[in-house]
């Protein structure tokens, strides 16, 4: 990472000088000024101006990189982060990565020179190498990166079973699958679990995996595509309640009538499922247990205090609302 002594080298100008264009006080040429920035711009240096009131003492804040904030999980999860580090007296600076790894790895350069005691992240891009390298302690939550990473996630592979399983027991004959983006580990692990139960029954056909990333928008265009294609298709298991709402949309639009006709089945559990007509039924995770674990973890890593468990995997629940059709044990 690049100093103040390698920008006054490259702009050819003392250190004094570039600490004047950087704190904006005292006179420089304008010409010199140009200089600096463009030796700044060129090797990228961030200025580190919390280092300068430390010595070597903790900030008692911590970082969250999520990748979409916009998807109501994401609050849910960074509010119990929040709730926890706040007992604790740490204060959480949030960053939205976009599911975007370029402007995720910027987010770890920030923090990094904002000195935080330690990390949380939701990710589905950091390279491992990059997370060890990193000279606080990490908590990965949501999306497992290696086994070797402190990490707090849902039993994906399992819901996504329960949820297949479900439909095809209320009857449904041709269930599709709206996966997550092909990035995300979760959304691979939620696609075996589906596969698996079709498999099962001999009904897998690829045919009925139909791409989505995690958004609305996206899931109700290729689910209009979907029914329009293959209007027997009775069951829909989406790999995120945002993709099932979008789905609906799409059946609604088309006049198909839920749960009757097609039955849908969510995964996350998030508020807004209940609030939307019919209620979405959904494989809930533990949202805000998983944050709020995440964040005891991370905190006791800090503290170097022991941890029982560095590895959790957490259950999820199968709710029943109005998308899916009474099923008689
Ligand atoms: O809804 C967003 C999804 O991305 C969730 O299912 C969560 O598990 C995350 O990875």
Excluded at 225 to 241: M, S, W
Excluded at 250 to 265: M, S, T, V, Y
Aim: charged content about 25%.
């Amino acid at each position: 990472m690049a100093n103040i002594r390698d920008v006054s080298k490259l702009a050819g100008v003392s250190v004094a000088t570039v600490s004047r264009v950087l704190n904006q006080n005292g006179y420089v040429h304008p010409d010199t000024e140009q200089k600096v920035l463009k030796a700044i711009n060129e090797l990228n240096y961030i200025p580190n101006f919390v280092a300068r009131s430390l010595s070597n003492k903790k900030t008692k804040t911590i970082g969250l990189i999520v990748p979409d904030i916009t998807n109501p999980f994401f609050p849910e999860l960074a509010r119990a982060v929040e709730d926890v580090m706040k007992i604790y007296g740490y204060t959480v600076i949030l960053c939205n990565s976009d599911e975007d790894e370029e402007k995720e790895k910027h987010y770890f350069q920030i923090l990094k020179q904002k000195y935080i005691d330690g990390l949380i992240l939701a990710t589905a891009s950091m390279p491992i190498s990059d997370m060890q390298a990193f000279d606080v302690p990490i908590v990965v939550i949501d999306r497992i990166v290696s086994q070797g990473i402190p990490t707090v996630v849902a039993k994906n592979k399992e819901g996504a079973r329960l949820a297949t399983r479900l439909l095809l027991k209320q009857g449904c004959k041709k269930v599709a699958h709206l996966r997550g983006p092909e990035s995300v580990i979760n959304a691979r692990e939620r696609c075996e679990g589906y596969v698996d139960v079709v498999r099962e029954k001999e009904w897998f056909h690829p045919n009925l995996i139909i791409q989505g990333n995690y958004e609305i928008k996206k899931a109700f265009h290729e689910t209009m595509k979907l029914l329009t294609e293959q209007p027997d298709v009775d069951g829909i298991f989406a790999g995120n309640d945002l993709m099932a709402i979008g789905a609906m949309k799409a059946a609604q639009q088309l006049k198909i009538r839920i749960p009757d006709e097609l039955a849908i089945i969510g995964f996350d559990g998030i508020t807004l499922g209940e609030m939307i007509f019919p209620e979405l039924s959904t494989v809930a995770q533990p949202i805000y247990d998983m944050g709020a674990i995440g964040a005891r973890m991370l905190i006791k890593l800090i503290e170097n205090s022991p941890v029982d468990k560095l590895y959790q995997q957490l259950d999820v629940q199968f709710i029943e609302r109005g998308t899916t059709r009474k099923v008689c044990d």
